[in-house]
């Protein structure tokens, strides 16, 4: 269990910390995923510094880990809202969505499974 545990976790902090940093230095995907969306620019940084967050909560819960936990759940209800921006404005490219918010689902669970 161990094993699967950091494996996922690890796996789920590298996605969403890349994706944090392409939101963060102002590369053209995300600007061009909020203009899609009908999201306003100046939300990128913001929804940029909760994928970072929440990449850095996960790993910090190897030390405590009810902040990787946390930072999961905060990853998964993040992905959600992102399935709802796609959803209201009748995007059906949701294989990205799909990859990620799978991974922070597994995250959430191997977390708490692991504590429990």
């Given amino acids: 269990m161990f094993a ?3 494996t996922v976790t690890v796996l789920a902090a590298i996605f969403t910390g890349f ?8 590369h053209e995907y995300p600007k061009a995923q909020a203009d ?3 999201i306003p620019r100046s939300w990128v940084p913001v929804l940029g510094t909760l994928l970072a967050a929440g990449s850095l909560g996960l790993v910090a819960g190897f030390a405590v880990p009810l902040v990787g936990t946390l930072a999961a759940a905060g990853l998964v209800l993040y992905f959600i ?8 404005v009748g995007s059906r490219k949701l294989v990205g969505w799909a990859v990620f918010f799978t991974t922070t689902v597994a995250t959430l669970a191997v977390n708490l499974a692991y504590h429990a």
């Avoid at 809202?81 to 209201?88: D, I, K, S, T």
């Fill in 19 to 26: 994706a944090a940093v392409t939101y963060l230095i102002g």
């Fill in 4 to 6: 699967a545990y950091v």
């Fill in 81 to 88: 809202g992102a399935l709802v921006a796609h959803l209201r």
């Fill in 36 to 38: 899609m969306k009908r």
